[in-house]
């Protein structure tokens, strides 16, 4: 990653899977977010929890690369 940022290196499919799931997490969240509904942001916390748990198993936990 600090290739990446120097300009000496190219994004790895993990690093731009990771960082996909990052902010789609919290736009996500901001988009179904709406006082006392609480369903729809249940249903985009499981589906991201499920996909993170595929990234985990495919690209490794995304701390520590």
Known sequence: MLAVITG???LSIGVVFWILMLIWLIFGGWIYWSPG???PFGGHLLVWFLL???GWQVFGF????
Request: aromatic share 16%; net charge positive; hydrophobic share 30%.
């Open 52 to 54: 993170f748990l595929l």
């Open 8 to 10: 000496g290196g190219t």
């Open 62 to 65: 995304p701390i520590g690369r």
């Open 37 to 39: 509904n609480y369903r």
